[in-house]
């Protein structure tokens, strides 16, 4: 792990996140109080089935959601020690996209069809560095040198629809690097590419955190891509986080039943494109969720408590770093593993 004084601030830390969608007749709630707190050069992974708010929360926390029809709320939102709710708005849309950005899945859509890439990574440097276009030009080389991609002095004129998949992912996690930010959250990048350029692309993420010393926050439904670089999860279920633990502890005794039925329902973690799919059940719709816990209609290890009360997010006794939402969770964690 990047190597930072455990002073220093964390790279985010967010308390009680909650997006309701009020568009249509209903209010549909699709984060519910979600903390999230990634340290500085860590690769923090939130894994979920497909609905599970994870997008949502990274639109939230990339200030992508001040629109109408959705209401956000957060009690603190701090990157980098600098409180973003404090901040005037124009100060904070420039911390969105240098100090924090944001890769997504389809990166060919993210990219500008009409420029070439040399010039949207050197716009970057011109906009917030003020740097000369020669200049930004020289920087948009270097960046494509650092996630490597070959030729870069000419690749540099080339547009986007002349590149590969893979390549254009690779630009984008440029874009995401160019300012040096805090944090980069990447949402389930390398879900539209084959698993030899995925496996390359989670390398890439994972050699600029080292070099760059940013926190990277993966999204994903993959537990074999968790596995591969996390080395924090925080597993989210019907918008809300059900168990935060380091990589190992959570694949080695996982604390909630639904990170137990994800990991039973995986063969082998070493294949790619493991995926959650395979539990029965499916989760509540978001406006479905009652009083107790929104995994109990599917748990296992359900009893009538916990379709009454929901177990509130607290640490695991005697596991530093670990926290769980469970009435159950001490037989989860008791439970002989295979
Ligand atoms: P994930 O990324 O985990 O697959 P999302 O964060 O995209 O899930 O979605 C979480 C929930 O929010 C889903 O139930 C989804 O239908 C709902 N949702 C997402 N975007 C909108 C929107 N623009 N309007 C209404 N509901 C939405
Ligand atoms: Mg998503």
């Given at each position: 792990?990047a190597?930072?004084?455990?002073?220093?601030?964390?790279?985010?830390?967010?308390?009680?996140?909650?997006?309701?969608?009020t568009?249509?007749?209903h209010e549909?709630p699709?984060?519910r109080?979600?903390?999230l707190v990634i340290r500085?050069?860590?690769?923090f992974?939130?894994l979920?089935?497909?609905?599970?708010?994870?997008?949502v929360?990274?639109?939230?926390?990339?200030?992508?959601?001040?629109q109408?029809g959705?209401?956000v709320g957060m009690t603190?939102?701090?990157?980098?020690g600098?409180d973003?709710?404090?901040?005037?708005?124009?100060?904070?849309?420039?911390?969105?996209g240098?100090?924090m950005?944001?890769?997504f899945?389809?990166?060919?859509?993210?990219?500008n069809?009409?420029?070439?890439?040399?010039?949207?990574i050197g716009e970057?440097f011109?906009?917030h560095?003020?740097?000369?276009?020669?200049?930004?030009?020289a920087?948009?080389?270097?960046?494509?040198?650092?996630v490597?991609?070959?030729a870069?002095?000419?690749?540099?004129?080339?547009y986007?629809?002349?590149?590969?998949?893979?390549?254009?992912?690779?630009i984008?996690?440029?874009?995401?690097?160019?300012?040096?930010?805090d944090?980069?959250?990447a949402d389930?990048p390398?879900t539209a590419?084959?698993?030899?350029?995925?496996?390359?692309v989670?390398?890439l993420?994972?050699?600029?955190?080292r070099e760059?010393?940013t926190?990277v926050l993966?999204?994903?439904?993959?537990?074999g891509?968790a596995?591969?670089?996390?080395?924090r999860?925080?597993?989210?279920?019907?918008g809300r986080?059900v168990?935060?633990?380091?990589?190992?502890?959570?694949y080695?005794r996982?604390?909630?039943p639904?990170?137990?039925?994800l990991?039973?329902a995986?063969?082998d973690l070493?294949r790619?494109?493991?995926d959650?799919?395979s539990?029965?059940g499916?989760?509540?719709?978001p406006g479905?969720?009652?009083a107790g816990c929104a995994?109990?209609?599917?748990?296992p290890?359900a009893?009538?408590l916990?379709?009454?009360l929901?177990p509130e997010?607290?640490?695991v006794?005697?596991m530093?770093?670990r926290?769980v939402?469970?009435?159950h969770?001490?037989e989860a964690?008791?439970?002989?593993?295979?």
């Amino acid at each position: 792990m990047a190597g930072s004084p455990e002073t220093a601030p964390p790279a985010l830390e967010l308390r009680d996140l909650t997006v309701t969608f009020t568009g249509a007749a209903h209010e549909s709630p699709a984060v519910r109080g979600v903390d999230l707190v990634i340290r500085r050069g860590e690769t923090f992974v939130l894994l979920g089935e497909s609905g599970s708010g994870k997008s949502v929360t990274a639109r939230a926390v990339m200030g992508l959601l001040d629109q109408p029809g959705v209401r956000v709320g957060m009690t603190s939102a701090l990157l980098g020690g600098r409180d973003l709710l404090a901040m005037p708005e124009r100060e904070r849309r420039l911390l969105r996209g240098s100090a924090m950005t944001l890769v997504f899945q389809d990166a060919l859509s993210a990219l500008n069809p009409v420029l070439s890439v040399g010039d949207q990574i050197g716009e970057l440097f011109r906009v917030h560095r003020g740097l000369s276009r020669g200049a930004a030009r020289a920087e948009a080389v270097r960046l494509l040198e650092l996630v490597g991609i070959p030729a870069a002095a000419e690749r540099v004129r080339a547009y986007p629809h002349q590149l590969s998949g893979g390549m254009r992912q690779r630009i984008l996690i440029a874009m995401a690097v160019a300012l040096e930010p805090d944090l980069l959250i990447a949402d389930e990048p390398t879900t539209a590419l084959d698993v030899t350029v995925q496996a390359q692309v989670l390398r890439l993420l994972d050699r600029l955190r080292r070099e760059l010393g940013t926190a990277v926050l993966l999204i994903t439904h993959d537990l074999g891509v968790a596995a591969e670089i996390a080395d924090r999860v925080a597993v989210m279920y019907a918008g809300r986080i059900v168990e935060t633990a380091p990589v190992e502890e959570l694949y080695d005794r996982p604390a909630h039943p639904y990170t137990e039925a994800l990991l039973s329902a995986i063969p082998d973690l070493e294949r790619p494109a493991a995926d959650l799919r395979s539990i029965p059940g499916a989760p509540p719709a978001p406006g479905a969720v009652g009083a107790g816990c929104a995994f109990a209609p599917r748990c296992p290890r359900a009893t009538a408590l916990c379709a009454e009360l929901r177990p509130e997010l607290g640490e695991v006794p005697g596991m530093p770093g670990r926290t769980v939402a469970c009435h159950h969770a001490k037989e989860a964690l008791d439970a002989v593993r295979d």
